[in-house]
């Protein structure tokens, strides 16, 4: 480190006087010059009319070199205290009488050595011709044997001058003896490299400076992951195979590498030598730089949406809010965890910003990136049940005793905006996970303490005609627009999965018809559907990439008309089995409800499930019952499964107002105004489905 010269302000002169200039005579100007003796600078000046000694002013500045820094306009720091130098010297005043003796760090080589200077070292091995000293493991001199003048012993410390250094590397030492002394580490002098550069610099010793955001020990080295502004870089650091490196490095570090860059696994590693934790003040500046490129770098792409939405355009600063956390963890090397409800719709939603994350992940990290920094999981209920939030902390956990990794940002698709939420993210919040909300449910107010950000077409005016669906999509473009083509055609599907009644569900069916009929699209959605129900928690990314369309188009077709047949045949049959039983009761507000109990009258664990089938027969229903109002209740023993078309329900107001009329019946549940579902105790059943009865018999009708 250097300081600049305060006496000659950087210039290495100062100013003695001034006098007249000896070429022009104070004139400016010069008429006759020998040009021979002219440099091409002082060439050009004349030509342009003035006199290159004075620069046209006529007077010319007497200099002299300035003493105290010896004419380079910088002050050496103090060695040993940091401080301003002694002008010539590597001491201060005040540490003019402590002798400084240098210690390497792993990364220095014989360029970083200076004549004359003392340093410790540690004897190799003995020849005839002298005495082997090793400076570090890099760096290897000899002590002639005509200045041998006491035993040596292989592994001795010492402490030797440099002597010589030759033109090949080779260097002399001469034993030193010193007393009073003071240790003063030598780092290699390598300008900070940033990761996005290190490409230019394979089989060359580098310096990266950024944040340890990974550690991973493996059965050799130790993989330190460090992130700076422009991406992260995998560091590999050995000491004996399968014990820890670098032990006093941990997460969140901020931290100086030094290390050659080698090719490894189709990718490139940084092979450690030196690894050093930052000082306070030195990872505040490195941290700031970061912070702000990063800042930056994840402002999420302006697009216009993919249709004309009045309720879109109003959610658009809070879809850019959840765009721009998800981008900046994607450049953290941070975690995601993707969790959306178990149906078309939800997994349309997560699939669209999985689509749009994963090649960020893949250009930010190494081969592997995408599977330690991702995940996308279903949930089958339509909220963050504590089932689910258990898996996840458990993982994330894991994660980060067993590699090292910070705690996951958490994005909820189609649910997370109701109260039935509020217990998993009192979880959340003991480990400080920040969680992001992008739904269609009915919102809750007292969900949104907990969240970062939250997406939801109530909040702009709209309702869940809105599909996560539609929002994931869009979304996904403001994180990587990149991905327009290959996901627009998930809205739809999300529309037709989820019986969107919305005018965006037309707008979004006519911007694939081209490609995707109506019909099509509504194959897919119970593709989706019937394949998750037996993928039940896996998100069986492959299958339903193809059943997306996302590889082969002739495997899509093949898959999708297969599943199709399936799923059509399983309904049917259930249908059979159930429809002879549903029964038809005329409410007070003139409504139909068409009530079947699913545990008795269809087949159990097998597909539909008991909230798919009531869906089926409430499409029958209302086919029936053309331009009537239609309710279908599906009950068991401990829930029941509400479907509406034509009365105004809410099915989360009814759900706390049940919970509050009926002691001991453990009523929970929510879903959309409504669609949705109820949870009680199994021996209050009669009460709380009568009780539930009577209120959607007063609901309005519209």
Known sequence: MSTECPTCQGKGHVIKGEQTCPACGGQGKVKSMNLLQMSEKDLKGMLGGFCPKCKGSGKWQEREKCKDCGGTGKLADCDICGKPALPGLTVCENCKGIHPVYKLTPACDVSDLEVGKAYFGKVANLADFGVFVNLNDQTKGLIHSSNVHRPYVPGDDVIVK???????????????????????????????????????????????????????????????????????VSCAAFVEAGQRAFPDVGLEDMVKVTGEITKRN?????????????????????????????????????????????????????????????????????????????????????????????????????????????????????????????????????????????????????????????????????????????????PDTIVDPYLKGHVNPYHAGGDFGITAGMLGTELARMINPDVTEEIKHLAAVAAVGDRSEAPERAKYLELVKDKYSEDELKKIALALDFEQFWLRYNDGRGIVNDILNFGSAKRHRELV??????????????????????????????????????????????????????????????????????????????????????????????????????????????????????KFVEGMRKEVLEKMIQKIGQDPLG
């Open 266 to 442: 189709n990718g490139l590693q940084l092979e450690v030598l030196d690894m050093k934790k930052l000082s306070d003040g030195d990872a505040a500046q490195v941290r700031k730089v970061i912070e702000d490129a990063i800042e930056a770098r994840a402002a999420p792409h302006h697009v216009e949406f993919l249709v004309q939405s009045e309720v879109l355009e109003k959610l658009r600063p809070q879809m850019e809010k959840v765009a721009l956390r998800i981008r900046k963890a994607i450049l953290k090397s941070e975690p995601i965890i993707i969790r959306h409800h178990a149906d078309a719709d939800g997994i349309c939603a997560g699939v669209a910003i999985e689509r749009a994350c994963l090649p960020l992940i893949r250009a930010q990290g190494d081969a592997d990136a995408e599977h330690h920094f991702f995940s996308r999981s279903p949930s089958k209920a339509p909220f963050y049940e504590l089932e689910d939030v258990n898996k996840d902390l458990v993982m994330a956990l894991e994660d980060n005793q067993r590699f090292g990794q910070r705690m996951p940002l958490i994005v909820l698709m189609d649910n997370g905006s109701t109260e039935e939420d509020i217990d998993a993210y009192r979880y959340t919040k003991v480990y400080d996970i920040d969680l992001l909300v992008v739904d269609h449910h009915h």
């Open 561 to 678: 008309d297969l599943l199709d047949e399936h799923a059509n045949r399983m309904i049917n049959e259930q249908m059979d089995a159930s429809l002879p039983h549903v029964k038809v009761i005329n409410l007070p507000n003139g409504a139909l409800l068409h009530a079947i109990d699913v545990e008795l009258f269809a087949h159990r664990f097998t597909f539909p499930p008991p909230g798919k089938m009531t869906g089926e027969i409430h499409d029958r229903m209302c086919k029936k019952n053309e331009g009537k109002p239609v309710i279908t209740l599906g009950f068991g023993p401990d829930f029941a499964v509400l479907r509406s078309r034509g009365v105004l329900m809410n099915i989360p107001r009814m759900v706390r107002e049940l919970r509050e009329e009926i002691k001991g019946g453990g009523v929970n549940g929510g879903g959309h105004l409504v669609v949705g579902s109820i």
């Open 162 to 232: 440099i002597n010589s250094i030759k033109p090949n590397g080779n260097f002399d030492l001469l034993p030193h003896k010193v007393t009073s002394f003071q240790v003063v580490e030598v780092e290699k002098n390598l300008p900070r490299t940033k990761s996005s550069n290190i490409v230019k610099f394979i089989n060359k010793l580098v310096s990266i400076s950024g944040e340890i955001v990974q550690v991973k020990q493996t059965s050799g080295p130790t993989i330190f992951t460090v992130a700076d502004e422009e991406g992260s």
